[in-house]
């Protein structure tokens, strides 16, 4: 089995260097240095299957995997057992993958039986987090955001029901369910007082897709009595690859309703620069993953501020995705973004466990 592929003399080289601080090298510990997907990435080759798997399937099994893999395995300057070290990582990760894949299969028609109720069960609800004008350190609206807790499953993560909606085609369904019951939420709260929030909304391909959505949006805010400017629609960058030509012209009908528009997740999908212009949005959502370690990574950083430099050149307002921490909003602020959202600020609530937090809006 060859080297090709896998950096070796990286990871020894930062597994003498953490040996020397007088610990013991985890791979975790690695990959804190070279990136939690990338290691993975280079090892991947080995696995086949592995290349089959949707990208956000890797992602959310990456860190289950480097979590559980044996220090065994992890080579290191003072290891010249090279085959044998890849023989028994090569063993772990398809042993891994196989037992991944099987359960997922298993999830997967498990979420599909289980959805089809769903909706009817009233199993879906929605929580709330706060989009926060960074300049004047203000609440500017909400992110509506989808939560499942089903009787017979638990709860289900997002990241592992959405994709099964948009397979069967229920996502529509469930999508519009959303739109009115965080529109419904909206007015109640501009009726309490607090008349300037928006809302904002993720949108699915399927949804974005559909025949007359422009129509069915207007419609919901028609029955719901909110003005098409308190709501945002956040879409993201794979949306679009599609059918670019049509996705526009989407966009355009969204506008003439009088809807925001964000691309959400900005710089982890598919969409060129030649592509954005063309675009008729309002925000950009720098994605968590460029924020999570900013304060550390000169890369992150870079782009981090070549975005807000980007957006603000197209005359776009940029948010920043998951702030957790004092650094990070400094770091944000000190570079000219508009807006921000993270535990920091406040983690998605439920809208009863939010009047606390609204009042301080108020004063």
């Known amino acids: 089995m060859g080297k090709q592929g896998i950096n070796f003399e990286k990871v020894a080289a930062i597994a003498a260097r953490i040996k020397k601080q007088g610990k013991e090298p985890s791979l975790m510990d690695v990959c804190e240095e070279m990136g939690l997907l990338s290691i993975i990435s280079e090892v991947a080759f080995l696995l086949e299957k592995w290349h089959h798997l949707q990208p956000e399937f890797k992602q959310s099994h990456a860190k289950l995997l480097l979590e559980n893999m044996p220090i065994d395995v992890l080579w290191s300057a003072e290891n010249p057992e090279f085959e044998k070290s890849m023989v028994l990582l090569y063993a772990f990760l398809e042993s891994t993958v196989n037992n991944i894949l099987i359960t997922e299969a298993a999830n997967q028609v498990q979420i599909d039986k289980?959805?089809?109720?769903?909706?009817?069960?009233?199993?879906?609800?929605?929580?709330?987090?706060?989009?926060?004008?960074?300049?004047?350190?203000?609440?500017?609206?909400f992110e509506a955001l989808l939560r499942w807790n089903s009787?017979?499953?638990?709860?289900?993560?997002?990241?592992?029901?959405?994709?099964?909606?948009?397979?069967?085609?229920?996502?529509?369904?469930?999508?519009?369910?959303?739109?009115?019951?965080?529109?419904?939420?909206?007015?109640?709260?501009?009726?309490?007082?607090?008349?300037?929030?928006?809302?904002?909304?993720?949108?699915?391909?399927?949804?974005?897709?559909?025949?007359?959505?422009?129509?069915?949006?207007?419609?919901?805010?028609?029955?719901?009595?909110?003005?098409?400017?308190?709501?945002?629609?956040?879409?993201?960058?794979?949306?679009?690859?599609?059918?670019?030509?049509?996705?526009?012209?989407?966009?355009?009908?969204?506008?003439?309703?009088?809807?925001?528009?964000?691309?959400?997740?900005?710089?982890?999908?598919?969409?060129?620069?030649?592509?954005?212009?063309?675009?008729?949005?309002?925000?950009?959502?720098?994605?968590?993953?460029?924020?999570?370690?900013?304060?550390?990574?000169?890369?992150?950083?870079?782009?981090?501020?070549?975005?807000?430099?980007?957006?603000?050149?197209?005359?776009?307002?940029?948010?920043?995705?998951?702030?957790?921490s004092e650094d990070q909003k400094n770091f944000i602020i000190t570079h000219g973004c508009d807006f921000a959202q993270g535990f920091y600020f406040n983690p998605p609530a439920k809208p009863e466990t939010l009047s606390n937090y609204l009042n301080q809006y108020l004063s």
Not at 126 to 140: C, D, E, F, H
Not at 208 to 214: A, I, K, S
Request: aromatic share 10%; with cysteine; proline share 3%.
């Open 114 to 141: 289980a959805l089809k109720h769903a909706l009817a069960n009233e199993e879906f609800y929605l929580v709330y987090q706060p989009l926060i004008n960074i300049k004047k350190l203000s609440t500017a609206g």
């Open 151 to 324: 009787p017979m499953l638990g709860a289900i993560s997002p990241f592992e029901f959405i994709p099964v909606a948009e397979k069967n085609g229920l996502i529509i369904e469930i999508g519009t369910w959303v739109l009115e019951e965080a529109c419904t939420q909206m007015m109640h709260w501009h009726e309490q007082g607090f008349s300037e929030l928006t809302i904002a909304v993720n949108i699915s391909g399927r949804q974005l897709y559909q025949t007359n959505f422009p129509q069915l949006i207007d419609d919901v805010l028609r029955k719901t009595g909110l003005l098409p400017k308190y709501l945002e629609l956040e879409l993201t960058e794979s949306l679009f690859i599609t059918n670019i030509a049509h996705a526009v012209k989407i966009m355009h009908q969204f506008k003439e309703i009088g809807l925001k528009l964000a691309i959400d997740d900005f710089g982890t999908g598919y969409s060129s620069l030649s592509y954005l212009k063309q675009f008729p949005v309002d925000k950009l959502k720098i994605d968590k993953s460029f924020i999570h370690d900013l304060v550390n990574n000169v890369y992150d950083a870079a782009i981090v501020k070549a975005v807000i430099n980007l957006g603000h050149s197209l005359n776009l307002q940029v948010l920043a995705e998951g702030v957790e």
